[in-house]
C-alpha cells in the first residue's frame, strides 16, 4: 500500500454518549468510519422528558442515519404563540406551527440506531494521548483501559473533559440567572392550567421590568408517547439569582453541591417552597396553577461558552462542549446535529485526508457557535435585566 492509499476504514473515539454524541457516532458511519462511543454515566441517561424544540437540522440527522421518519411520532405540534398578562387576560396571540419534542424521545431513536455493541458505559475519561509520528490519539479511562483512534470527538457537554485537558482555559461563565423547570402529566394538569394547553399553545409569560421570564409547552410523556392524555406539560421559568443565591440553590437535600444543575427530586424543601411562593408573587393564575401541581422542580444555572478553535490537531470539539447557546435561541440540541453533519460531509469531501477534512469543517462551525452566542446573550440578557 502506498503512502497515499486510503485506509479501508479510519477509527474515531466518540467521548460523550448524550446527543451531540449520538449525532455525531452516527453520522461518522454514514461516512464510512468505524465509531466507539465513550459515555462516563454507568447507567442510561435520562431526562424524563425535558422539553426540546425541534429544529430542521435534528430531522435531517435522523433522515441521513435511516430513522424511519415517517412512521414515529417525533413530538407534539403547536399552533400558537400565546402571551399572558400577570391578571390572566392574553396580551398577544399569532399562529405559528412547530413541534415540541423531548430530549429522551431523540436519545432513546439515536441510540437504538447506533445499537449497543460499540456504546461504552461507565467510561470516565482521564488522559488524552496524541501521536505525532501516526497522527492518532488515545483516550485512557479511569478504569485503566484505553482506545486508540484517528480522530477524538469531545461531545462532552458543557462539563466537557476534553475540553479541559486540551482547552483550559476556556470554562463556561455564569449568566446571571437560571431556569427552574417542572413536568406535569397531561392528566394532572389542574383546571385553572387546562386553558395553557386547550388550544395548542406554546405560552409565555414576562415582567416588564425582567427578572422573570416564563414559557411552557406540551412535549412526549412516558415511553415517548405523544397521544391526549398521555403527554406531559415542560414549564421553564427563568429567574435573576446572584452567586450566593444559586450555589444554596444548587447545594441539594443532601448536603451535596451539585454545581450548575438540580435534578429532579433533588431541590431542598425550602427552595420548593420558595418556587410556589414566588410563583404567586411573579405568574399568571394558569401558570402559577402549573408551577403548584408540579411536585418535583429542578433547575439549571445558563451559562455561556465560546472558544476561538473548535480543532487540536486530530482532537475536536462539538456541540455544547464547544459552544453553549442560551436556551432562548431553541438551538443547543440543532447546533450539535448541525456539527454532526457538516463532519461527516467534510470527511466524504477529503477521506483520505483528515487534516483537510477538519480544516473545512470548523469555519463554519465556529461562525454558527458565535451567532448564536451573540443572538442568545443579547435576548437573555434583554429579557432578564431590561423586561
Known sequence: MSDNSIPETKKAIVIGGSLGGLFTGNMLRTAGWDVDIYERSEHDLDSRGGGIV?????????????????????????????????????????????????????????????????????KNLVEIKEHPDTKQVTAIFGDGTKALGDLMVGADGNGSTVRRLLWPVDEPTYAGYLAWRGLVEEGRIPEDAKELVGNFDFASHHTEN????????????????????????????????????????????????????????????????????????????????????????????????????????????????????????????????????????ALKKSPGDLDAALKAWEPKQLWLGQQLYRQGSGTGNHLMFHG
Open 210 to 345: 425582567g427578572g422573570s421570564h416564563m414559557l411552557g409547552y406540551l412535549v412526549p410523556g412516558e415511553g415517548n408517547n405523544t397521544h391526549p392524555g398521555h403527554r406531559l406539560y415542560n414549564w421553564v421559568w427563568y429567574r435573576t439569582a446572584d452567586d450566593a443565591t444559586l450555589a444554596d440553590i444548587m447545594t441539594d437535600n443532601e448536603g451535596r453541591e451539585r454545581g450548575f444543575s438540580i435534578p429532579e427530586g433533588k431541590l431542598r424543601d425550602e427552595w420548593v417552597s420558595k418556587v410556589y411562593a414566588e410563583a404567586d408573587e411573579f405568574l399568571p393564575p394558569n401558570f402559577r396553577a402549573m408551577v403548584k401541581a408540579t411536585e418535583y422542580p429542578f433547575g439549571q444555572a445558563i451559562r455561556d461558552l465560546t472558544v476561538d478553535t473548535m480543532v487540536k490537531g486530530h482532537v475536536i470539539l462539538l456541540g455544547d462542549a464547544a459552544f453553549i447557546p442560551r436556551p432562548h435561541t431553541a438551538a443547543s440540541t440543532s447546533k450539535a446535529a448541525f456539527n454532526a453533519i457538516q463532519l461527516a460531509e
Open 54 to 122: 425541534l429544529q430542521p437540522d435534528v430531522v435531517e440527522v435522523f433522515r441521513r442515519t435511516g430513522v424511519d421518519i415517517q412512521h414515529i411520532d417525533l413530538g407534539v405540534e403547536s399552533h400558537f404563540r400565546t402571551t399572558w398578562h400577570k391578571d390572566g387576560s392574553i396580551q398577544h396571540r399569532s399562529p405559528a406551527l412547530q413541534t415540541q419534542t423531548s430530549w429522551s424521545l431523540i436519545y432513546t431513536t439515536m441510540k437504538e440506531r447506533f445499537g449497543h455493541d460499540h456504546y461504552h458505559q461507565g
